[in-house]
């Protein structure tokens, strides 16, 4: 049988079908890859306590705005660069302890951001939250929490984000974390010597590095003299057998 060969008419119709396929679908995969159909709507944050939403999101906006390479679009689906975006945010941020990110089927990009929980804040000339680690993270105006009362490293020793803070004694004795609360701390100043409490009542609390001779002081003024803290400016706490105050005017 013979096979019969295609006309030089036909030939150049099929190399112009062919060549209008190769255009359309090199448009398609352009498309697809640079236009809206498969490009990241917006980022939303969730579950950030201490670090600033509108921060981590303008952020996240400018990464995924750029491009790999001159060509590949960082704001596509695909292509977006995860474990990038991961490693910077957990940079920038030291009060961010652990992040995950997903897309949904809305091309919603979602950042589920776990703070640092503090436990409460180291003060020198400035005051900064720690966590459970230890880990300086963010720079503290208002006393929250729990207090190290002793330290690795000296009150006049400049700290950074991140720098990690050792507990030479009482952590976090739960003793010592009511008797914060109960008297209403709210910023914690350590000196050389000594450190001082200042309660939102007013008065001052003068105390040393050893917790448990001034939570005895301040348990046996609580007992024996009740609202008497009240009328002080301050009281100092620091020697094991003598109680100094001052009361206000």
């Known amino acids: 049988m013979a096979v019969k ?3 030089r008419k036909q030939r150049r119709r099929r190399k112009v079908l062919m060549y209008i396929g190769i255009f359309f679908a090199v448009v398609a995969v352009l498309y697809l890859i640079y ?3 498969l490009k990241i709507k917006t980022v939303e944050i969730h579950g950030a306590r201490h670090t600033t939403i509108a921060d981590v999101q303008n952020d996240a906006f400018a990464d995924i705005d750029g491009y790999r390479y ?31 990110m997903h897309l949904d089927i809305h091309r919603v990009l979602h950042i589920d951001i776990k703070d640092r929980k503090p436990l ?3 003060c020198s000339t400035e005051c900064y939250f720690y966590d459970t680690a230890g880990v300086i993270f963010k720079k503290s105006f208002v006393y929250t929490g729990a207090l190290f009362t002793a330290w690795s490293k000296s009150p006049d020793v400049a700290v950074n984000f991140l720098d990690t803070i050792t507990c030479e004694g009482l952590c976090t004795d739960q003793r010592f974390i009511d008797f ?16 001082e ?7 001052v609390i003068k105390a040393g590095f050893e917790a448990s001779t001034t939570l005895s002081h301040i348990e046996e003024i609580d007992q024996n003299k009740p ?4 009328t002080l400016e301050y009281v100092d706490v620091r020697f094991p057998n003598k109680v100094y105050y001052k009361e206000r005017l």
Do not use: C
Request: aromatic share 12%.
């Open 5 to 7: 060969s295609l006309s």
């Open 35 to 37: 236009g809206p159909l």
């Open 70 to 100: 001159l060509v590949v679009p960082n704001d596509h689906i695909f292509f977006y660069t995860k474990g990038k975006m991961k490693d910077q945010i957990l940079k920038t941020y030291p009060s961010v302890e652990t992040i995950d």
């Open 120 to 122: 409460g804040v180291w």
């Open 180 to 195: 914060l609360r109960k008297h209403s701390i709210e910023k914690v100043t350590m000196f050389d010597e000594m450190m």
């Open 197 to 203: 409490m200042q309660s939102s009542a007013g008065y």
């Open 227 to 230: 609202g008497f803290l009240e």
